[in-house]
Nanobody, 114 residues
């Protein structure tokens, strides 16, 4: 069974940055691509960024131009560089594949507040 483990969250002031990391067991990122999701308080989890096997990236409008998704050269670790953070970016962040598996990691909390 695939396991995802996210890290790198924290408390940051508006305008600040966070870099999230995610590891997955097996070669699932290399085979199926990678995606980051987030779940804000009281809201459903939504996908915010994807990167395909050939490196093509897509972002939801609310994060485009501020967030960057990437993977390491071995496609074993995924990253989400988050810049220009806003209070409404506060959420628990998760990684998975673009068509998500039923299994989710614990997520990592990102809080943007002054």
């Amino acid at each position: 069974q695939v396991q995802f483990v996210e890290s790198g969250g924290g408390l940051v002031q508006p305008g600040g940055s966070l870099r999230l990391s995610c590891t997955a067991s097996g070669s699932i990122f290399r085979l199926l691509g990678t995606a980051w999701y987030r779940q804000a308080p009281g809201k459903q989890r939504v996908r915010i960024a994807t990167i395909t096997r050939d490196g093509t990236t897509e972002y939801t409008a609310s994060v485009k131009g501020r967030f960057i998704i990437s993977t390491d050269t071995a496609d074993t670790t995924a990253f989400l560089q988050m810049n220009g953070l806003r209070p409404n970016d506060t959420a628990v962040y998760y990684c998975n594949i673009p068509t998500p598996l039923a299994t989710w990691g614990p997520g990592t909390q990102g809080t943007v507040s002054s």
